[in-house]
């Protein structure tokens, strides 16, 4: 019969998974920051073939990441409705929404995506703070590591551990530990070993389950999740290349070089003798020609013969840039005109169906991110004992739309929904371009004011006898 692990063991195997991560993560995150390995060189290169080199980083890999995480913004969350599958009216006085806005995720939940969309995963810890109050806060990939049963499948994890110091020199490091039902404080002092790893006593983190959610780019089958930059690390080391190739040809071949044949240059004479100087090779020294576009060259020799050789033309590298960057848009779905910046004599139906590809990738995260983030709002009505909330299945978060479109072009849409399809106006509120939910609850109020109103004033003029009735009747 197989033990259960002990503290000390998932301790352990926890920081040999951030080992064991930690090149590649790192190097993601250098070519996230633009450091990136340099091109090609021939080994004798010189320091101004270096500085081309470093000059020739290109960093596409932020726009990679920030295109589909500006895209993604939760404007507010739906609780289900109890003993329905159907979910409620969205609200933001719900002890969840309430949660969210004390742990400022209006703000914070941009980082989450970064770090799912740039390492292919990052985690959220959600827990009570000495105050009493429930909060949420994200934990980077690079710091941050979890166990799971089935890490194709589960959302849950059994143990997870984040790094709030790492150690240095006599300095040991410190972590935090979560299991299903307790938190440990981890010490360790070396990233290399699991000697020196300590587990302190455990204390009852609140929750029925690991209070560590991970959110995901992209999972396969086996557990192996990847975000959009690692796939593209070649191609921008292509990019790079191509540039530093460039930059090459710029600067030494991108001009025309005169010649000159039979000639002998003028040689550094000795000023007493008229003699002249030699090197230590016994050579004449060559006095420097100075010769710019505003001078013109001539021989007293009729031997001598002047020539040119022609530049080298540069079309070619800036055609080879950009069918590099063509290929980058395709493979990471992000439309050309966004890396480009080529969006002129293009209509409304160009863009959008260039917008296409990025509008399913970006629906397929927030699908991912969706499940994590109801999964966040259950563990933060379970820690505020709301046991109904912490059971719903049903509720779902409510992404703004940021699809660029008029607010002309919306209200005639929704009119037309409105009209052909019998659907209520008030359905059709939450749809309105850029309406926020404390909007959305303003006018709620606003309706349910207006129509007291109207009743009150329909129940008075039921009640008032008409004055034709008091009139006797005409002859």
Known sequence: MATEPTPLSLAKQLLAVLRKDRDRLERIDRYHQGQHDDPYMPPNADDEYRLLAKRSVSNWTPLLVSTPAQAMYVDGFRPGSAGTSLPAAPTSTSTEWEHWQRSRLDSRQAAIYNGALTFGHSFT??????SGQIRTKGLSALRTAALFEDPANDDTPYAALTVTRWPSGDIAGKARMWDSRREYEVTFKSRDSDDGVRVGDG???????????????????EGRTVGVIEPMIALQDRI????????VAQTYASTKVRTVTGMAPPVKRNPETGEPELDDNGNEIPLPINHNARRFLFAEDPDTKFGSLDETPLGGFIESIDMSIRHLSALAQVPP???????????????QAAETSLARMVSRFKTSFGESWERVFRLAAELAGNAASASDFSGEVIWRDVESRSLAQAADALGKLREQLGIPARGLWKRVPGVTQTEYEDWEQMAEEDDSVGQLASALTRATPSVSDDLPAAA
Not at 125 to 130: I, P, S
Not at 203 to 221: I, S
Request: negative net charge; without cysteine; aromatic residues 4%.
């Open 203 to 221: 204390r009852l983190h609140g929750a029925t389950e690991n209070p560590v959610t991970r959110f995901v780019a992209a999972v396969d089958l």
């Open 337 to 351: 005109h966004h890396l480009l910046g080529q969006i002129a004599n293009l209509s409304a139906e160009a863009l």
């Open 125 to 130: 810890l959600t827990e009570k703070v000495r």
């Open 240 to 247: 790079n290349q191509t540039v530093f190739d460039l930059l």
